[in-house]
Structure formats: C-alpha cells, structure tokens
Nanobody
Framework: QVPLVESGGGLVQAGGSLNLSCAAS????????VGWFRQAPGEEREFVAT????????QYADSTKGRFTVSMDNANNAVYLQMNSLKPEDTAVYYC?????????????????????WGQGTQVTVSS
C-alpha cells in the first residue's frame, strides 16, 4: 500500500471552489484505485468520489455529483478533487485513499474497508 498526502484544503465562502490534491509519497500509485472520502464533526466518514488508475473510470456520491470532479495526473503521480459550488454542508476533513483490489479498478469501490492506504486528511471549511 502507498502512503498518501493530501493538500489544498482551506476556508472558502459558499459557492466557491477548491482543488484538493493527493500524492503518493515516494512511490507511484501503480494499479491502485484512488478514492476521496470526507468526515464532518460527529459524523461517520463517507464516500465522495473515486477514480480508477486504469481506464480513468469515475464514480461520485449523489451529494457531490455535478459539482465535484475527480481526475488523475499520470505525469505527476497525483489525483485531484476539483470542488465547485461548495456548500456549508461540504465542510469536513477530506481524505484520499488507495485500494489495490482489482474489482475496484473495474467497478469502483465506495466502502472504507476496501481501501488500505489513507492520507492524514485536509480540512475544508465552507462558510455561509
């Protein structure tokens, strides 16, 4: 499994945008599928989006579909989460995670237990 590092969080007004980055520290993502999750205070960690390193297949949670876009940068070995039209309810710590399960690269994975490597998280705060 690959250690991950997130960056790009911050404070933004409602309607604004942020672009989060996820980098594999010291290694490449290889054949991993990369997912984004978030956890608000007092809430469980929830799925946000995922992208397959092979084929670039993407999936989104209903709450983020149409506003968030996940993409990969093979040259820089990074995955991004572009977040537009942000809402106060998007406030959370955002985590990226990597899965080496083959079925995740084909079907996408939404469950925490399917991801073996996690970053430390980056705080996103959306003010109203």
């Amino acid at each position: 499994q690959v250690p991950l590092v997130e960056s790009g969080g911050g404070l933004v007004q409602a309607g604004g945008s942020l672009n989060l980055s996820c980098a594999a520290s010291g290694r490449t993502f290889g054949r991993d599928t990369v997912g984004w999750f978030r956890q608000a205070p007092g809430e469980e960690r929830e799925f946000v989006a995922t992208i397959s390193w092979i084929g670039g297949i993407t999936q989104y949670a209903d709450s983020t579909k149409g506003r968030f876009t996940v993409s990969m940068d093979n040259a820089n070995n990074a995955v991004y989460l572009q977040m537009n039209s942000l809402k106060p309810e998007d406030t959370a710590v955002y985590y990226c995670a990597a899965s080496s399960y083959e079925h995740c690269s084909v079907y996408g994975c939404h469950l925490l237990r399917e991801y073996g490597s996690w970053g430390q998280g980056t705080q996103v705060t959306v003010s109203s």
